[in-house]
């Protein structure tokens, strides 16, 4: 009997212990900064700074909103060199309706570096207002 609570003792603290390191995985993949600014029609209108402390190094287009009626527009990224010249992203535009949109589908800019100022710019109206998670 004794052997059998020693065993039962064992397979809880494993078990414990497994349990306890779920929420550090999970940490981890919250690791990434969102964002909310404002579009510009063909260029940018607000600008933020990509994050420092962020496990993510491109920029992801989560959340989107078009205010106008047709809940839909094109959504580009543009980024500012240390030179202060604007490049646009190398993806191209992203067209969608209004909406959320998962981590890594919507991706603006890769490899962006920590510091970096960018924006993102409407196709067809602005303002529009979306999420950018980086």
Not at 44 to 71: I, M, V
Not at 96 to 108: K, P
Request: proline share 1%.
């Amino acid at each position: 009997m004794n052997k059998l609570w020693a065993a039962l003792a064992t397979t809880g603290v494993i078990g414990a212990s497994l349990v306890s390191l779920a929420p550090a995985a999970s940490a981890a993949a919250q690791a990434c900064v969102t964002t909310t600014i404002t579009t510009g029609y063909r260029t940018y209108s607000e600008t933020a700074t990509k994050s420092s402390t962020s496990t993510c190094s491109d920029l992801n287009l989560t959340y989107a909103n078009d205010t106008s009626a047709a809940a839909y527009d094109c959504y580009r990224g543009m980024y500012r060199n240390s030179a202060g010249t604007w490049f646009r992203g190398a993806s191209g535009w992203h067209c969608l309706n209004d909406g959320a949109y998962a981590i890594d589908t919507q991706l603006l800019l890769t490899d962006l570096n920590d510091g970096t100022t960018f924006g993102v710019e409407s196709y067809y109206d602005s303002p529009d207002y979306v999420n950018i998670t980086h």
